[in-house]
């Protein structure tokens, strides 16, 4: 099955700087690519995804892009505010058998200091 | 939030009691799936339904069982609960077989969750 492995496991940032969060899968075949926030005692949000026809995506300040040869997928964040500190967790859905199912990464735990 | 509620949002209960925990989404969707996250592990796939009454097993289903006798409906039951059941579970439903450009799309979008403690 799918395999996704997420780095760091823990940033912390200043005010203003960028975030990168990246994250590796086993299956070539993936195909969608989505990221997740969860605040503290909420349910994890969907804030960006990417499809695998696709390198980079963009809304406002958070981009993803897809490395579909090395099979990896990076979340950047530009311009952190204290309101993205948060965990954020990336996911890959393989086709097939499995295609009902996403796999997570173990989540990046992002602080951003103000 | 998609329409997802869960309930109850927090239980404490004694080892070797039965629970059921109760997802409940007002739009529709065919899928729907239970999680657990705990510290370390991340989010992990318990049971996913993909339709009424058909549901599969994911990574984690020992120890617990699912139904769906309704499409707004999907009950997570720990038969006999022990303490490393303990955890905080969230449900999902997926856009997968949605309209538009959603089709074959597994976005998925989740509920804010229970937090059970087993003593």
């Known amino acids: 099955g799918e395999n996704v492995e997420q780095h760091p496991s823990t940033l912390s940032v200043q005010e203003g700087d960028s975030a990168v969060i990246k994250c590796t899968y086993s299956?070539?075949?993936?195909?969608?690519f989505p990221w997740y926030k969860q605040e503290l005692g909420k349910g994890p949000q969907l804030i960006i995804d990417?499809?695998?026809?696709?390198g980079e995506k963009k809304d406002q300040r958070i981009a993803v892009t897809l490395n579909k040869t090395a099979k990896h997928f990076s979340l950047h964040i530009t311009e952190t505010q204290p309101e993205d500190s948060a965990v954020y967790f990336c996911?890959?859905?393989?086709?097939?058998?499995?295609?009902?199912?996403?796999?997570f990464g173990k989540g990046t735990k992002l602080s951003v200091i103000p | 939030d998609a329409g997802i509620t869960q309930s109850p949002r927090h239980k404490v209960t004694e080892t070797g009691t039965p629970v059921t925990l109760r997802c409940h989404q007002t739009?529709?969707?065919?899928?729907m799936y239970w999680y657990r996250q705990d510290p370390g592990h991340g989010l992990r796939l318990i049971h996913y339904?993909?339709?009424?009454?058909?549901?599969d097993k994911g990574e984690v289903s020992d120890g617990y069982s699912v139904s769906r006798s309704k499409t707004e409906d999907f009950l997570l039951t720990l038969e006999s609960a022990t303490s490393s059941q303990t955890s905080v579970y969230f449900c999902?439903?997926?856009?997968?077989?949605?309209?538009?450009?959603?089709?074959?799309?597994?976005?998925?979008?989740f509920g804010p969750g229970t937090r059970l403690t087993v003593l």
């Open positions: 999902a439903i997926s856009t997968l077989g949605g309209s538009g450009k959603k089709i074959g799309l597994n976005e998925q979008f």
């Open positions: 299956d070539s075949a993936s195909n969608y």
């Open positions: 990417i499809r695998s026809n696709v």
């Open positions: 996911a890959a859905n393989s086709p097939g058998a499995g295609s009902y199912q996403l796999t």
């Open positions: 739009e529709n969707h065919r899928y």
């Open positions: 339904s993909y339709g009424v009454k058909d549901t």
